[in-house]
């Protein structure tokens, strides 16, 4: 939220800042043709700019002489005055024309670049994160690059340009005196303004620390919109925001006025520099060693150099800004991905689809302990189940088949390869889940559904959706397959949402599959008719199936009940019975439970 504050008080800033504008030259050298061109141009147009006075003073002198060429001379300057101001105008332009490749083409590269680095990143990196800051991070980033090369090229470089031309005119061409009071109204000027600046600047952090907050509150309340009515908090989401705004608004204020007080000084400094010049560019020509076009010429030339001056103040902190902004993109930039694949990796080659856990171990954080020592295989074409309490670990042993984390001890091998020695890219195109939480995309059923495969055709997709006994409610709806889910697929019900999930896996098709609770929000009815469906599908696939309805994986090959991390149980379904344990007490509750609800239903 504050990260400007902590980015100002970071003693290595300029050090930073000066390497990470070398880290964006390589997105900008993809057109170093276009870079130089436009930097041409830049001078190009400077050179016609402050020609301009020059003949402005020609034609003020030309007119003060009475001669008989009046009426031809002054015309030639005229046009030529004219033709300057247009060759200015048109340098300008073409600089603009000719960068803006350059720059919107390094934005998107690197925007691009940070948005595939993210979906590098590993789960741990994606659990922790907050959406909203990494996306603002993301936008943030991707338009400070526009915004420096904006500065840079637009506004610093021409600045100095000119400054420098501008003063070698006059220091060559006028007394000594006038670069000496030009130089120091400069120097004077840019120390004024950069300790000021540097003053206002926590105005501004303040500002964009409670502008974030007051964000942060809104987006917060507004997504929990339903528990902000079911407890009647209307008012304290109101009152928090409003504290929160009423910070913000000082500050904004307080920004506001040192902002006038800059400008007032900028203006003075500039003032009296000008002044200055015009007593000396007036004894000049009291004194005959100046002609009037002189005076013209200094005078133009000095509100010419300080216009774009009055700017760099505000130039100056914007910049500081998009250094900062671009700083928390190469951060995120920097950011090692957790899980990565050996230099070496080989794609998984699948062929019965055998899947072994050996003496696996595994802790999300070293403190806490999960997995302890776990040890199964699971045969090719075989389906084993996963019961046990919750919080066991059950849907943590699905993550680590995929491997979105790695093992802290043992193996995780797929017919004898190393899950963690193959390319992750190739291991998980040979699993399909159906997870206990489905989250869907903010788009149509038909997109949700074809994403398993992109390249599947509309009668696949329908193919895949009627096994999942899905595809009546779809045609049922108004839009049919068009029909938006809405933000993580909130417009579907949990067990509408459960069903295109299943729908995927059978569109993907894959050798082993994994269902993490995968018919618990459906009902009775509708669960018998798609464990039918799905005992169909997984017939010669290795599934991996983790249920709390024992009713539901009776004729699985082998189960194991884990609780606490170990397996403390594993047999067929009788066999466990026979054994009393947990198993059997588990089996006990349920059974227990359905002729209770039996009975209630009569
Ligand atoms: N990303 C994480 N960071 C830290 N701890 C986690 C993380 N994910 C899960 N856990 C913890 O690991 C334990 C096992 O989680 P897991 O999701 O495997 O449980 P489960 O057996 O599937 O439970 P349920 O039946 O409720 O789905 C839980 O105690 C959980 O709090
Ligand atoms: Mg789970």
Redesign the pocket.
Known sequence: MSHYIRYESDPHTQRKDSRNLRRMLPFIWDYKGRVLFALLCLVASKMAIVGVPFILKQVVDTLGVKGESILILPLTLLIAYGALRLAGSLFNELRDAVFAKVRYHAMRRISTNVFNHLHRLS??FH?DRRTGNISRDLERGASSVSSILNYMVFNILPTIAEFILVAAILFTQYPTRFAIVIFSTVVIYFIFTFLITEWRMHFRHEMNALDSKANGQAVDALLNYETVKYFNNEKLEGQRYDQTLSGWEQAAVRSQTSMSLLNFGQGSIIAIGVTIIMVFAGQGVVSGQMSIGDLVLVNALMLQLFIPLGFLGIVYRQLKYALADMDLMFKLLDRKAEIRDNRDAQPITVKEGKVSFTAVSFA??PE?P?LDNVSFEIEPGQKLAVV??????????A?LLFRFYDINDGVITIDDQDIAQVTQQSLREVIGIVP?DTVLFNDTIFYNLQYAKPDADKEQVMQAAKLAHIHEFIQSLPDGYDTMVGERGLKLSGGEKQRVAIARVILKNPKILVF??ATSSLDSQAEKAILAALSEVAANHTTLV?A?RLSTIIDADQILV?DG?KIVERGTHRSLLEQHGLYAHLWQLQQEEKTETVVQDV
Do not use: C
Request: no cysteine.
């Open positions: 789960l741990r659990l999300y954080q806490r999960i046990g309490p919750s919080g066991a670990g059950k849907s943590t042993l993550r206990q993490d609770e983790i709390h884990l991390g």
